[in-house]
């Protein structure tokens, strides 16, 4: 990744842990009938962070399946 996709996912992640933050303290200070939104916020954002962390590899390519289906067409 380049300098400018790697500023891009860190503003991303302060963003989610700022929302998060703020959803949290919102909470805690309404009742609860009334902290329903706040609450599905900071899980969204809780729930983004923790994808965010996950890396997932997509599977090598095989050039001998990519041959084949190329004759194929």
């Known amino acids: 990744m ?3 996709a790697l500023l891009r996912q860190t503003i991303r992640r302060c963003t989610a842990v700022l929302v ?6 919102g909470v805690s200070l309404q009742s609860p009938s009334e902290a329903s939104f706040l609450l599905i916020l ?4 809780v729930v983004y962070l923790a994808v965010g962390f ?11 399946s990519s041959a084949s289906t190329e004759d194929e067409r």
Request: charged letters at 25%; a negative charge.
């Open 54 to 64: 996950i890396k997932v590899k997509p599977p090598a390519e095989n050039p001998e």
């Open 20 to 25: 998060a933050t703020l959803a949290t303290v």
């Open 42 to 45: 900071a899980t969204a954002s």
């Open 2 to 4: 380049d300098d400018t």
